[in-house]
């Protein structure tokens, strides 16, 4: 790959990294392209199928990032004070990327996915709806990644998952996601469930859903379905809209005068139990 030396971090080419500490974008924007920061999701975006545009990183580590790209992608060289006055922080990790975001998919292309729809295993995916922290929804990613849920799905009012910090807390796993967007839930749900017999599970603190230690996610001999976890926002929920259009209504019991479970401490909950059951299908075991 080019090495190229930057002597002005005026340099054009270096726009998209300038300023990142007062940037807001937690929530999705019109860019087409993200950033990633540290040496660890660099390189899960190296491995990945995304397309980097360029890399940054400081002076002396340029020849190790440079094998892990290839040869058009441009890297610029800086000293370590020049990324800290890039980036408008003190950046100690000394590597940063450009990533091109791959085209909005919408969540109908989901539904009719052959791979999706018609699987020998039951084949699930999270369905993020008005989470609006990074930091929740980078964990939700890595968590589902870890247990093989491939698919996500962000609904409206829902941080960016390619936003710096969402990327950060997915540990890079967020490259690993096949990503959809729902733009009117209310709609596309029901849809859905007609159009691919697909199991829509949403979690909810409604005391009349069923608990999560009773909930019956059925052999795969005998249903195939494939299976949508929605999660909704901690002080808001899902709403009773969302709700009324769904197949299932879930919860976890709650104990000693507590509320409710951080979103993503409840999403990897319920995203256990289900893969724990997507090649077998009982019961679910008591998780309280």
Known sequence: MPIIQIHDIDDPRLARYTDL???????KTADDTFIVEGGWCVQKLAQSNFRPRSVVVEEGR???VAAEFHDDVPLFVLSSDQIRQLVGFDFHRGILAEGIRPPTQSVTQLAVDPAWSDSSRREI???????????NLGSMIRTATALGINRL??????ADPFSRRSIRVSMGTVFSQSIYQSNHPIDEIPTMIRRSNVRVVATTLNPDATPLDQFVFGTI????RPMMLIVGSEPDGLGREIESVVTDL???PMHL?????NVSVAAAIFMYEMTKHRDHGHIAADCT
């Open 250 to 252: 879930v919860t976890i």
């Open 153 to 158: 799905v962000t609904g409206p009012r829902t």
């Open 257 to 261: 005068d507590t509320d409710s479970l």
């Open 221 to 224: 001999e005998s249903d195939r």
């Open 125 to 135: 995916s999270l369905a993020v709806f008005g989470v609006s922290l990074a930091d």
């Open 62 to 64: 340029h020849e190790q």
């Open 21 to 27: 500490q007062s940037e807001r974008r937690s929530i």
